[in-house]
């Protein structure tokens, strides 16, 4: 089944510095993929999806890029801040099952004044 | 807007007792999860539902059963607690022709003694 690897696993930067995390998956059929954000004690809430036709995608502060090529996708805080601080989990969802998303580990992001 | 309540926040169990977590949402969203997050090993996925009286296994499912006796619940129990475990339970809802992207409620956290 599909599998996901996320890297890193911590990450502490400073602020204003950017800030990278990548994942990989293995099932090519997987077509819809997410990023969510875990803040200290909180639940997780959704940072972005892009599509299997969306390649870059721009948030607030933050850019996201899907290679299906490589089957990788990248979430690249650009001038990181403090309040940034927090998980990040990425998720695919594959076109077989569309009720299951698989997560990655997780990367506990620390931004530092 | 609506929320995802899950009850007990925190549940403290004696090793071979059976714990029932419980989960509420308002969003009327047709499916439901459960996963575990365990620190460093992301979300397992444990079980979820499609719609009311569903029930479809995960890949962390033996260990537990769940019920889905009405379209805005969902319960899981822990059918025998296992020693020194901890892990944090998340109910998530999707709404239908969102790609299953997930709300997520704030989390029950396990501990057995």
């Known amino acids: 089944g599909e599998q996901v690897e996320q890297r890193p696993p911590h990450l502490s930067v400073r602020e204003g510095d950017s800030a990278v995390i990548t994942c990989t998956y293995t099932d090519p059929n997987s077509y819809y993929f997410f990023w969510y954000k875990q803040e200290p004690g909180a639940s997780l809430q959704l940072l972005m999806k892009?599509?299997?036709?969306?390649e870059i995608n721009e948030g607030q502060g933050f850019t996201v890029l899907l290679n299906k090529k490589d089957k990788r996708l990248s979430l690249n805080l650009t001038a990181a801040h403090p309040g940034d601080s927090a998980a990040y989990f990425c998720?695919?969802?594959?076109?077989?099952?569309?009720?299951?998303?698989?997560f990655g580990k997780g990367t506990h992001l620390h931004v530092l004044p | 807007g609506g929320i995802i309540t899950q009850t007990p926040k925190f549940l403290i169990g004696q090793e071979g007792q059976k714990l029932t977590l419980k989960c509420q949402q308002n969003f009327n969203h047709d499916t439901m999860y459960w996963y575990r997050q365990d620190s460093g090993k992301g979300l397992r996925l444990i079980y979820y539902?499609?719609?009311?009286?569903?029930?479809q296994k995960g890949d962390l499912s033996e260990g537990y059963d769940a019920s889905r006796e009405k379209k805005s619940s969902f319960s899981l129990t822990v059918t025998s607690a296992q020693k020194n475990e901890m892990a944090v339970f998340l109910c998530a809802s999707s709404p239908p022709g969102s790609q299953n992207t997930l709300y997520f409620g704030a989390g029950t956290r396990l501990s057995v003694l």
């Open positions: 539902s499609i719609t009311e009286n569903d029930l």
């Open positions: 998720a695919v969802r594959g076109d077989t099952n569309a009720y299951k998303v698989i």
């Open positions: 892009v599509f299997s036709s969306t």
